[in-house]
């Protein structure tokens, strides 16, 4: 059975710093491109990043470039997400996700598997 498990969401002032984590197990984490999204209160879920196979293509959102970083340990089968800068806009619930696909598509074509998601709020 496969599971995605986000950690390290939290509630944080604007301007601050998370890091969260997406631990899978049941796939083989090598063959997967990885994204994360995030929904927030009344909105559509988003894309926000993507990574490919080899860590080496990477994808952002317009609204977290600059601010947030995507990165994956195959050794660990975990992928991460840095997020700096945050804002109050950044509030949301953040979810990973598992693709067969290119890292290109993550943000446009369904992913095969997701995670239960992990709340970010930051504050004024």
């Known amino acids: 059975q496969v599971q995605l498990v986000e950690a390290g969401g939290g509630l944080v002032q604007a301007g601050g710093s998370l890091r969260l984590s997406c631990a899978s197990s049941g796939l083989t984490f090598g063959s997967y491109a990885l994204g994360w999204f995030r929904r927030a209160p009344g909105k559509e879920r988003e894309f926000v990043a993507a990574?490919?196979?080899?860590?080496?293509?990477?994808d952002y959102a317009d609204s977290v470039k600059g601010r947030f970083t995507i990165s994956r340990d195959n050794t660990k089968n975990t992928v991460y997400l840095q997020m700096n800068s945050l804002k109050p806009e950044d509030t949301a619930v953040y979810y990973c996700?598992?693709?067969?696909?290119?890292?290109?598509?993550?943000?446009?074509?369904?992913?095969?598997?997701w995670g239960q998601g992990t709340q970010v709020t930051v504050s004024t």
């Open positions: 990574i490919g196979r080899s860590a080496s293509m990477t």
């Open positions: 996700a598992a693709s067969r696909r290119s890292y290109i598509v993550i943000r446009t074509t369904p992913n095969d598997y």
